[in-house]
């Protein structure tokens, strides 16, 4: 099964909205990171955030950790047209290297 | 400047044939990355180099072969071409072996197998 599930897996909101996604994880991590990936590109780096910090902002990013949950959320607030791309979460799980392994991502449309 | 590049950008093929997709990456990071993503956008990891050493081998099937000439490139050799094969192939490289590190991504090789 997957390390990490987004949800929801399609969100439809209009400019200006606040878009928010969630991503869920099976085994305690070392940090998350969150990804954008454009129609037919490849993935972009967001943000970070390790596993003792529990929110992080970055612009119009604030992205949330409860370790307890085993969640993540990312928020994109005043969202814009351009901000129309698919997240994913990807998560470093601790106990020793293991491989990064990123979720099935959030489709966001932003409808002008 | 492309940070990570890959060719072809799109592959149409038939069943049964080879093909090779190549990466490239000025970054001067010591690890990369291929991925595979299939038409329900699920991403999953097949290789990873670091140092021009195999350090990730997932369950792939042995048509698959990676090729690191050095630290900059990774190849990727495909034989004998099924229809399942189809996807976009993705490359990755980031500084280290860390799980916290950045990976930059290619834009993908969309590989269609007819």
């Known amino acids: 099964s997957q390390q990490g599930e987004e949800d929801p897996q399609a969100l439809s909101i209009q400019e200006g909205e606040n878009a928010t996604m969630n991503c869920s994880y099976k085994t305690s991590i070392n940090n998350l990171q969150w990804y954008r990936q454009n129609s037919g590109r490849g993935l972009v780096h967001l943000i970070l955030i390790r596993s003792n910090e529990r929110e992080k902002h970055s612009g119009r990013l604030r992205v949330t950790l409860d370790t307890s949950k085993k969640s993540s959320s990312l928020l994109i607030t005043a969202s814009r047209a351009a901000d129309t791309a698919s997240y994913f979460c990807a998560t470093d799980p601790s106990g020793g290297y293991q491989k990064v392994t990123f979720g099935i991502g959030t489709k966001l449309q932003v409808i002008p | 400047d492309t940070a990570v590049s890959q060719t072809p950008k799109y592959l149409v093929t038939q069943m049964g044939n080879d093909k090779s997709i190549k990466c490239e990456q000025n970054?001067?990071?010591?690890?990369m990355y291929w991925y595979k993503q299939d038409s329900k956008k699920f991403l999953k990891i097949m290789f990873s180099?670091?140092?021009?050493?195999?350090?990730i081998n997932e369950t792939v099937p042995n048509r698959f072969s990676p090729k690191s000439p050095d630290k900059a490139h990774l190849n990727l050799h495909i034989n004998s071409l099924e229809l399942g094969d189809s996807a976009v192939y993705f490359c990755?490289?980031?500084?280290?072996?860390?799980?916290?590190?950045?990976?930059?991504f290619g834009p993908g090789t969309r590989l269609t197998v007819l």
């Open positions: 990755a490289s980031s500084p280290g072996v860390a799980g916290g590190d950045t990976q930059y």
């Open positions: 970054l001067g990071h010591d690890t």
């Open positions: 180099y670091n140092n021009k050493e195999l350090i």
